[in-house]
């Protein structure tokens, strides 16, 4: 019912920055809260950021606070990950995820709707 196509992903030195983009094809777009999550090699899925359906509450990873953003655009059906200040660990398969009308979780199994990942990679 709801289809997640991420973009924007490459390969960035370190201290750069990135804008990552989820584009969502489906009805009722405003209703989903929306997360972003990563995967490094080797490592688990873990939780990077995410916005409710209203928009009205952000959560992030204390890692990320003071260096990503996320922010939803309705009119467009997309949600964004602005990523600054990029380091090594940052390193991860990113993906986007959608959960009807919620709020801002960090849990994985929390939502039901996944983009299929676009790599990030930071060099040195």
């Known amino acids: 019912q709801l289809q997640l196509v991420e973009s924007g992903g490459g390969l960035v030195q370190v201290g750069g920055s990135l804008r990552l983009s989820c584009a969502a094809s489906g009805r009722a777009f405003e209703s989903y809260a929306l997360a972003w999550f990563r995967q490094g090699p080797g490592k688990g899925r873990e939780f990077v950021a995410a916005?409710?359906?209203?928009?009205?509450?952000?959560k992030y990873r204390d890692s990320a606070k003071d260096r990503f953003t996320i922010s939803r655009d309705n009119a467009k059906n997309t949600v964004y990950l602005q990523m600054n200040s990029l380091k090594p660990d940052d390193t991860a398969v990113y993906y986007c995820?959608?959960?009807?009308?919620?709020?801002?979780?960090?849990?994985?199994?929390?939502?039901?709707?996944w983009g299929q990942g676009t790599q990030v990679t930071v060099s040195s």
């Open positions: 995820a959608a959960r009807f009308r919620a709020v801002a979780g960090s849990g994985e199994g929390e939502y039901r709707y």
């Open positions: 916005i409710d359906w209203t928009g009205g509450s952000k």
